[in-house]
């Protein structure tokens, strides 16, 4: 069971929009319409930010947008806000009923 | 709201078995999928397992030989066990619900920090 790949940074500037994207295989991403995001800022407990692919809990910005293509799930984040500055890590069910996180990518708001 | 409490120890020794619970209050305890998941420090998340309200667990392969998840509906608390830990176990430990009708864990704990050290 490997880890999902996502890039270790992105930044954007104030207003503007951003994609982070998460690549599995076929056995996770691929096979299932299962993957959420989460937001954790320092010494925080992650936040879920999209779940199912493109729904977004109750409280949760529209900003904050998720889909999938393939294997290939991303989430965007528009407009741009200080606040939004966080660590963002991707999740998806797997084939066995497993759970596999992403390495995680570091948004930096210049 | 359901809210999330971990608790245990805060250092373990290593050979020696880590045991954390967490402690559910504000809903029930009785459906969705509880879950662990670790950070070590610097680190990104991992997925340690879950165990169902009806005991039923599934957990990471990678963790499998060494984890024992249970669960004691009377109280809302459920538990972890990960034994023969070494270093690579020190980390942030969080309790998280996944709801049995979504992919996504919500509510979380604030996490505990367990660090193995002789």
């Known amino acids: 069971q490997s880890a999902l790949t996502q890039p270790a940074s992105v930044s954007g500037s104030p207003g503007q929009s951003i994609t982070i994207s998460c690549t599995g295989t076929s056995s996770d991403i691929g096979g299932y319409n299962y993957v959420s995001w989460y937001q954790q800022h320092p010494g925080k407990a992650p936040k879920l930010m999209i779940y199912d692919v493109s729904n977004r809990p109750s409280g949760v910005s529209n900003r904050f947008s998720g889909s999938k293509s393939g294997i290939t799930a991303s989430l965007t984040i528009s407009g741009l806000q200080a606040e939004d500055e966080a660590d963002y890590y991707c999740s998806s069910y797997t084939s066995s009923s497993l759970e596999v996180f992403g390495g995680g990518t570091k948004l930096t708001v210049l | 709201q359901v809210q999330l409490q971990e608790s245990g120890p805060g250092l373990v020794k290593p050979s020696e078995t880590l045991s954390l619970t967490c402690t559910v209050s504000?809903?029930?305890?009785?459906?969705?999928?509880w879950s662990w998941i670790r950070q070590p420090p610097g680190k990104g998340l991992e997925w340690i397992g879950y165990i169902f309200y009806s005991g039923r667990t599934n957990y990471n392969p990678s963790l499998k030989s060494r984890v024992t998840m249970s669960i004691d509906t009377s109280k809302s608390q459920f538990f972890l066990k990960l034994s023969s830990v070494t270093a690579a176990d020190t980390a942030v430990y969080y309790c998280a619900l996944r709801p049995a009708d979504m992919v996504g864990f919500d509510p979380w704990g604030q996490g505990t920090l367990v660090t193995v050290s002789s």
């Open positions: 504000g809903g029930s305890i009785s459906s969705h999928y």
